[in-house]
């Protein structure tokens, strides 16, 4: 298995602010990491994909300017959600995988609560 | 866009009872894998299993694979309160920027003591 943690596990912030949720692989150096969105009792929606080191692939529909993501390094992955609207409250899920062209296990991390106001 | 669908959307059942979770999906795949969710938190990888295998089997999981009709079954035998969660099915399909995985609706299971 694999250990990955989020932080903030819960954020509420206010309308036009910007919030940051760290993705952490702790026992492995993850060279892809992805971010999902899911609503209430609903199924997780991939946000994108980021590589080490090079640029994210955003899925279709997600702006890529509003949701910021950085890889820079193996162990450290940040989605930075930009001037944020309720509509973006939701809760973000990172995950993890060791090798980049193999559809192998993705170990998750606990998730971010964001609430925005 | 989702291509797992999951039957059944709910499932309440008494301990000690089975539970069968079905999914089925449109595209060829890698593999399939199995995902658990309890409420509000992280996903937790229960088994995978690849497009070649047919049935394979972790403690009281029972997972099987038909490619030919596109889906795929959970089986929780001897079911206990504490698997009361969410389950998902995710299939691993290889692109040429890497591979992913697209996830089902899921399948609410509330077993009752």
């Known amino acids: 298995g694999a250990v990955v943690s989020q932080h903030p596990s819960r954020v509420i912030c206010k309308s036009g602010t910007s919030v940051k949720i760290e993705c952490r692989s702790l026992d492995f150096q993850a060279t892809t990491m992805f971010w999902y969105r899911q609503f209430p009792k609903q199924s997780l929606m991939l946000m994108a994909t980021?590589?080490?080191?090079?640029?994210?692939?955003?899925e279709q529909g997600v702006e890529k300017d509003k949701f910021l993501i950085n890889h820079a390094s193996l162990t450290l992955s940040t989605l930075t959600v930009t001037s944020a609207h309720p509509e973006d409250s939701s809760f973000y899920i990172c995950?993890?995988?060791?090798?980049?062209?193999?559809?192998?296990?993705?170990?998750f991390g606990p998730g971010t609560r964001l609430t925005v106001l | 866009s989702q291509q797992g669908e999951e039957d059944p959307q709910a499932l309440s059942i008494q301990e000690g009872e089975n539970a069968t979770m079905n999914c089925s999906y449109k595209t060829s795949i890698n593999n399939l894998q199995w995902y658990r969710q309890n409420s509000g938190r992280g996903l937790v990888h229960l088994i995978l299993i690849r497009s070649n295998e047919r049935e394979k089997h972790s403690g009281r999981l029972r997972v099987t694979l038909d490619t030919s009709k596109k889906s795929s079954s959970l089986l929780i035998t001897a079911s206990r309160a504490a698997d009361t969660a969410s389950y998902f099915c995710?299939?691993?399909?290889?692109?040429?920027?890497?591979?992913?995985?697209?996830f089902g609706e899921g399948t609410q299971l509330t077993v009752n003591p």
């Open positions: 995710a299939t691993g399909t290889k692109e040429t920027s890497g591979s992913r995985l697209t």
């Open positions: 980021s590589n080490e080191g090079s640029k994210a692939t955003y």
């Open positions: 995950s993890v995988r060791k090798n980049r062209f193999i559809a192998d296990t993705q170990y």
